[in-house]
């Protein structure tokens, strides 16, 4: 659409690959991962939490509390 706009969505894109985006290289866990990953549930019912991202194109999933 027009440059704020492309910035815009590069910096949420960016965002998503370094502080959520699963790497192999890095047993799963994204460039910007915390020390220590947060530890999983391990309830049956445990809830799944969905973030969109650009629209709908990305989605982040997070384990409810």
Do not use: C, F, W
Not at 30 to 56: C, F, I, N
């Amino acid at each position: 659409m027009n440059a704020t706009h492309a910035h815009r969505v590069l910096a949420e894109d960016q965002q998503h690959y370094n502080q959520h985006r699963p790497h192999q290289a890095r047993d799963q866990q994204p460039p910007e991962a915390p020390a220590q990953p947060p530890k999983l549930l391990r309830h049956s019912h445990t809830h799944v939490l969905r973030k969109r991202l650009l629209g709908g194109l990305i989605n982040e999933y997070r384990q409810a509390a």
